[in-house]
């Protein structure tokens, strides 16, 4: 991993200039830069209001470096000087998916095969995370905002400054420390603190639902009983049924699903729309 010098990464963002920032996280502010190659880099730069701070900033670097997989995020390098803490990361310039999927304009130009396409990249980087990297990752923060869109509108997990590392044997951990997104937490992590795989299943159904409807979880969609995505869901037995027919598709159709042996199936349980992965 390369060690950039803080002066590069200024020239690089126009010494970090308001019309080269891409937008703004719990992190602190992310920003385009170019190096004097010509390539172009994002750059995370630690916010000294952060909310994550310098723990997070040491976790997400230390996690990231070790992590390889076209459906993750690509760390380029990092720059420590003083009192600044940066992230250079690979630039991908569709931005996030929430950008794309919850604007009415910007929604209807990702048809139907980029978003089969953006469900299943995704599912592939979770299984990598869960079963395949050196790490057993937990995500924890799994969500429209955090997966990246690169050029072909392929999907990258992103932003891993909440992850937690499991021991391979173990099953599950508790926490005190709930933290995340609410709409995407799933209730065993939000009630008992208990975080597992499923803790990013959860959050990966919920990322379904929002593919296919374009519509956010944390919407409210039945004005006499205010219902958020999974629980409109759970109550149309015609919508379980189209969920399980996108499931089924993605089974059929992807042979690198077949091949891992990893089978992906919607179920309507005590807490509504759950999405399972199997390996």
């Known amino acids: 991993m390369q060690i950039f010098s803080f002066p590069i990464i200024a020239a690089a963002t126009g010494n970090f200039s308001v019309a ?6 719990g992190f602190g502010p992310v920003y385009k830069g170019v190096l004097p ?13 952060s909310g994550q701070g310098l723990v997070e900033f040491k976790n997400e670097a230390e996690l990231v470096a070790k992590l390889q997989h076209t459906n993750l995020v690509r760390l380029s390098g990092l720059c420590i000087q003083n009192e600044e803490n940066i992230l250079i990361y690979e630039y991908l310039p569709n931005k996030s998916l929430d950008f794309h999927l919850f604007d009415s304009k910007r929604r209807e130009k990702i048809v139907w095969e980029k978003r089969f396409n953006i469900i299943e990249g995704i599912a592939h980087g979770l299984i990598y995370l869960h079963h395949f990297s050196r790490l057993k990752v937990i995500h924890r923060d799994l969500k429209a905002g955090n997966i990246l869109l690169d050029y072909e509108m392929n999907p990258k997990i992103s932003d891993f400054g909440m ?11 508790k926490t005190k420390r709930v933290v995340g997104t609410y709409g995407y937490m799933s209730p065993e992590y939000v009630i008992k603190g208990i975080i597992s795989t499923k803790t990013d299943v959860f959050s990966y159904g919920v990322l379904v639902l929002e593919i296919v409807s374009g519509k956010k979880n944390n919407s409210r969609y039945q004005a006499d009983y205010p219902l958020n995505l999974i629980g409109f869901v759970s109550n149309r037995t015609e919508l379980r049924f189209v969920c ?10 992807s042979a690198n699903f077949v091949k891992t042996s990893t089978h992906v199936y919607c179920r309507h349980g005590n807490y509504g729309m759950k999405v399972k992965v199997l390996s």
Not at 20 to 25: A, F, V
Not at 163 to 173: G, H, M, N, Q, T
Not at 244 to 253: D, G, K
Request: hydrophobic content about 50%; glycine content about 8%.
């Open 20 to 25: 080269n920032k891409l937008g703004q996280g």
């Open 37 to 49: 190659d010509g390539q172009e880099i994002a750059i995370k730069r630690l916010s000294s209001r």
């Open 163 to 173: 992850a937690v590392i499991l021991d391979s044997e173990v099953v599950e951990v």
């Open 244 to 253: 399980n027919i996108i499931v089924l598709a993605v089974l059929l159709t």
